[in-house]
């Protein structure tokens, strides 16, 4: 297996032709530059330079393995350097889950402006009812109601919270009488609501009372 470091040292070193400055670019001195070529050569069982006191020119070997790398190498920084543009302008796929409950009234409303301001995003949002497991089945992130996550998963509140009102229909009221409390509720026909199937369990009722 080739050593990649010696590679980019002698293309530094062929375009430079001095051991002192293609040292200093590579942040290493101009004896372990030296060795490095030595051993380099050795490999290939070919030299590729051509030395002096003074000068460093290459061999035609060397020349012909500059030509036939340089390129490469030149292709290979461009492709890395284009990875800024991650780092830089925000892009690429992101895949959410979300309930429908929380999709309507959460999420669409904040995904105008983000795709306004980062066209290069692209995003696949997956509504449904079920307790996703949002890493083993892809997702990048979701929406969730309450303050209950998956384990090890990282919450961030996104809108403030929900207010929810009890409602009942005016013929529901003129037949079964309206409530005076809470506690009038256990007489009455209530409507639950699950997750999921899976999830089994009733989202239960909460109720805050207001001090007078």
Do not use: C
Not at 72 to 80: K, P, R, S
Not at 179 to 204: C, F, P, V
């Amino acid at each position: 297996m080739q050593n990649f470091n010696e590679l980019n040292y002698f293309l530094t070193l062929a375009q430079t032709q001095s051991f002192v400055k293609a040292g200093q670019l590579l942040g290493i001195s101009s004896s372990a530059l030296s060795h490095s070529m030595k051993n380099l050569e050795m490999r290939l069982n070919l030299r590729l330079f051509n030395r002096t006191t003074r000068n460093v020119s290459l061999t035609e070997a060397g020349q012909q393995l500059f030509d036939q790398l340089f390129p490469l190498y030149q292709a290979i920084n461009q492709e890395v350097d284009a990875l800024n543009d991650f780092l830089n302008t925000p892009s690429g796929l992101i895949r959410i889950n979300a309930p429908a409950m929380a999709a309507e009234a959460v999420l669409y409303p904040k995904l105008k402006p983000i795709l306004n301001q980062y066209p290069k995003i692209r995003l696949e949002i997956v509504v449904d009812d079920r307790w996703a497991d949002i890493v083993k089945e892809g997702f990048d992130m979701g929406v969730r109601l309450g303050n209950k996550v998956a384990k090890e998963m990282i919450a961030v509140p996104i809108s403030a919270p929900f207010k929810m009102v009890l409602v009942a229909s005016p013929d529901y009221l003129a037949q079964y009488g309206s409530l005076k409390n809470i506690d009038d509720l256990q007489q009455h026909r209530l409507i639950g609501a699950k997750l999921s199937a899976e999830h089994g369990t009733e989202i239960q009722w909460e109720f805050k009372y207001k001090k007078s």
